[in-house]
């Protein structure tokens, strides 16, 4: 599920929340003066204060077997793109949409309906 950020307009607090996307438009009320916070759509691309947006994710798509997790971050250190590995899971964990993008490449993978900014088909 992704996360969503919030800023209350009334006493300016930033918080983050974890909710599936059919709610994404829902109401969230202030944890700290009870008030309708907005969407903030800035954190959530820009890391700022109390809302790390998306980051970091980690990738299924993008995961190895957990026995191959230690080995994969060797590699990747190797290629130039430094990348931790989820030892339980065996998932990459990403910092930000370049990091992605970058590691993707570099191993081949890519969104197939992807845009500007996300891992490209390499001819």
Not at 4 to 28: D, I, L, T, W
Not at 51 to 71: F, H, I, L, R, Y
Not at 87 to 103: C, D, E, I, L
Request: glycine share 8%; proline share 7%.
């Amino acid at each position: 599920m992704p996360t969503y950020c919030f800023r209350c307009p009334e006493c300016g607090h930033a918080e983050s929340q974890v909710r599936p996307m059919a709610q994404a438009g829902s109401k969230k009320h202030c944890s700290n003066c009870g008030a309708v916070s907005n969407r903030d759509l800035r954190a959530e691309h820009c890391n700022f204060k109390n809302c790390t947006g998306n980051w970091p994710m980690e990738s299924d798509a993008a995961g190895v077997d957990v026995s191959q997790a230690a080995e994969a971050a060797a590699h990747a250190k190797a290629i130039g793109v430094p990348t931790e590995f989820n030892p339980q899971t065996g998932n990459p964990v990403f910092t930000s949409r370049n990091h992605r993008k970058r590691y993707c490449e570099a191993v081949g993978l890519y969104d197939r309906n992807g845009g500007y900014g996300d891992p490209q088909k390499r001819s």
